[in-house]
């Protein structure tokens, strides 16, 4: 099945700094979506892009499909940015999706 | 609320017990996953729903495990006998194309 990984694991960033998280994934997709776990559990989908690039206010991702990969922006980083980073990816011929291990933010203030 | 509802939203139960989960998808949503997640994990899918069908079920669902969505609305995730390893937060999403919205989840503890 479809590998997805994820990079860095851990990111430690000082509020008002930007950063890019990545998504790498071993199979060709038509299905690409970033979520946010926040540190309550609450999964949030952030996008859905299977290929070319999407803006939703501080945040951008652009995911180059030839080339299996995502990437995540965030920009102007603030406190409540602070949670898990997962993207996921449906296996292929099927409807599970499998997630990334994550990306752990932590945003100081 | 119009979002994914679970109920209930912890439970506390013995090695050997039965439990079962509810799910409420957004109304109007077809498709209905059930995920585990265990901590610093990411989410792991468990089975999939379209309207009642249950087309897809991860090898991760053991018999112990079943899940049903009888009139293509709301869900529910039984697990018997449960066992220490079970132990981990249940979540539910829905869509009605590939977005999905996940409910808040129910964290489940055996003893």
């Known amino acids: 099945g479809i590998q997805v990984e994820q990079s860095p694991p851990d990111l430690i960033l000082q509020e008002g700094a930007n950063s890019t998280l990545r998504c790498n994934f071993s199979d060709s997709v038509n299905n690409l979506q970033w979520f946010h776990q926040n540190p309550w559990g609450q999964l949030i989908n952030l996008f859905y892009?299977?290929?070319g690039t999407k803006q939703n206010g501080r945040l951008s991702a652009t995911t180059v499909a030839t080339e299996r990969y995502s990437l995540l922006y965030i920009s102007s980083s603030q406190t409540t940015d602070s949670g898990v980073y997962f993207c996921?990816?449906?296996?292929?011929?099927?409807?599970?999706?499998?997630f990334g291990a994550g990306t752990r933010l932590f945003v100081k203030a | 609320d119009t979002g994914v509802s679970q109920d209930p939203r912890h439970k506390i139960t013995k090695r050997g017990q039965n439990v079962t989960f509810r799910c409420d998808p957004i109304s109007e949503h077809n498709r209905l996953y059930w995920y585990r997640q265990t901590l610093g994990q990411g989410p792991e899918f468990l089975t999939y729903?379209?309207?009642?069908?249950?087309?897809?079920k991860s090898r991760l669902l053991s018999d112990r495990f079943s899940a049903e969505r009888p009139k293509g609305s709301f869900s529910t995730l039984e697990i018997q006998r449960t066992e220490q390893g079970d132990s981990a937060m249940y979540l539910c999403a829905s869509s009605i194309l590939d977005t999905q919205y996940f409910g808040p989840g129910t964290r489940l503890t055996v003893l």
């Open positions: 892009i299977p290929s």
């Open positions: 996921a990816a449906p296996n292929t011929g099927g409807f599970k999706t499998i």
């Open positions: 729903f379209q309207n009642e069908a249950q087309l897809e």
